[in-house]
Nanobody, 121 residues
Framework: QVQLQESGPGLVKPSQSLSLICSVSDGSITTNYYYWQWIRQPPGKGLEWMGT???????YYSPSLKNRTSISRDTSKNHITLELSSVTPEDTAVYYC?????????????WGKGTLVTVSS
């Protein structure tokens, strides 16, 4: 069974950059049909899709975050990286990585447990 685990700093200062890693086990990030997402949920708010990197390395970003977001991958380590620049307290959220499968109509079939990132001085 595929497992996803997010990791990174729990506290980031305003104007700095946030970097998170999603480590994937028991499944390759380069396997066809799978799309790897970053999604976040601010306190008391709904889920927000941030971006996707496909099995072939193509990236897609939310228009509202595109200028500050970068998603990349390390195939040798089988992990996905999220970088978010110029953070503000509004970027405080639980950050999740998840897998979407085209074999399941692009439904999300696996999620990480999420990691809380607080932006504060």
């Amino acid at each position: 069974q595929v497992q996803l685990q997010e990791s990174g700093p729990g506290l980031v200062k305003p104007s700095q950059s946030l970097s998170l890693i999603c480590s994937v086990s028991d499944g390759s990030i380069t396997t066809n049909y799978y799309y790897w997402q970053w999604i976040r949920q601010p306190p008391g708010k709904g889920l927000e899709w941030m971006g996707t990197i496909t099995y072939s390395g193509i990236t897609y970003y939310s228009p509202s975050l595109k200028n500050r977001t970068s998603i990349s991958r390390d195939t040798s380590k089988n992990h996905i990286t999220l970088e978010l620049s110029s953070v503000t307290p509004e970027d405080t959220a639980v950050y999740y990585c998840a897998r979407r499968s085209s074999l399941l109509g692009y439904a999300m079939d696996y999620w990480g447990k999420g990691t809380l990132v607080t932006v504060s001085s």
